[in-house]
């Protein structure tokens, strides 16, 4: 029979983290969850990154916490976040940590390797299609991207990230490096981000954030290059360990809102920061608000970060559209302009009217009022 109480489509990081929050509150004790992913098996692709503002689930899963991060252009700009310390982390310890948690419970099946193609909704059943195979469930959590329309300009943060074990010692910053514009702009806005993993060891990605949705490997490969041989200086030979590709939208999705039983979640839901592309800690700290309804059977309908924050990226992603080549001034000022605390509150959707207000008020005003009349 196939028939759930509850169906995942996606065991990414929202599909994993809502299976894995409902299993610890014994949701999953006397009521049934499959969960379905077009993926065939689970290894490290991703490393997710945040100031730790939220007490989450995965604090056991990290690469590695830093208590300073910096940003690079024409000067460097160190901030000091001991209070929220910056933290990745590792997707291999996260899978391996939530399936070996579930792995007793036989309410929960997993199908892999198993794209869902349809979900319907009719008389008050919901069904997903897989593999021309019917399934049943009293709630759908979506985290795939299908039917997601937007009204907004698509851009995207893209990039490609490598692991990287130097042969010989190197001088590297002790500190994550967020943003290094010290590359080529090109004609829209790229950085660099550095994450230290050791004397000889880093993780560096090449990022881009405009209309196209990839570039070639092969040129993500050549900027990497290009880069350590410039900006660290290092002509030696080097093995690369580890990489990942990327592209995350800076856009509002307008999910299908008229399904009661489909709830999405993780960036299908908007729960992607479009100025900054965090998602990780939004998806845990919704995760953790879902299953407290679960648990007290109150309503579940679609959720979304608050709307000042969406209202504010939206004016900043215009802004960026218009400014391309000055981008990496903009954000320098933000950085430089603010206090460490107001900058993080702000980036990480936990900010107070007061530090809402300090950010604006940074910011170049009249290409911001500009905008702001425009909208
Ligand atoms: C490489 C990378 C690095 C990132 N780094 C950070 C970071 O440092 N910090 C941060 O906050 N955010 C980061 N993000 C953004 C965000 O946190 C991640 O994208 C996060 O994984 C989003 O979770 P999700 O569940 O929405 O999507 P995913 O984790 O991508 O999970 C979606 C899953 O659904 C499956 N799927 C999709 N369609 C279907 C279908 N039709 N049928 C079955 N399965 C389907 C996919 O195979 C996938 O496994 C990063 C994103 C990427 C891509």
Known sequence: ???YDFIIIGAGCSGLSLLYEMNK???????????FDKRKQFSKDKIWSYWNVFEHSFSDCLLDKWDKVVVKGNEEIVLDCKDFTYQSVDSEKFYNKILKNISDNKNIKFFLDRSVDEIIEENSQITIKSKNEIFKANLVFDS???NTNTNDTKIYQHFHGCEINFKESI??????ILMDFNCDQGSWTHFFYTLPLGDKKIFIETTWISNQQNLAKEQYISEINEYIQRNLNYKKEY??????TGSIPMFHFQPKTDYKKLIKI????NLTRKSTGYTFLNIQKFTKELVQKLIKNQNITNTQIQLKYNFLDRIFIKVLLDEKENMHKIFLRLFKK???KDIINF???SSNFFQDIKIILSMPKLIFIKKLLNF
């Open 266 to 269: 993780g960036t299908a839901a």
């Open 239 to 244: 093995t690369i360990e580890y990489n990942e």
């Open 171 to 176: 001088n590297l910053s002790k500190y994550p």
């Open 1 to 3: 029979m196939n028939n």
């Open 347 to 349: 980036l990480s959707n």
């Open 25 to 35: 509150n014994n949701i999953l004790k006397n009521k049934t969850c499959a969960i």
């Open 144 to 146: 795939s991207l299908k």
């Open 338 to 340: 603010n206090k460490t």
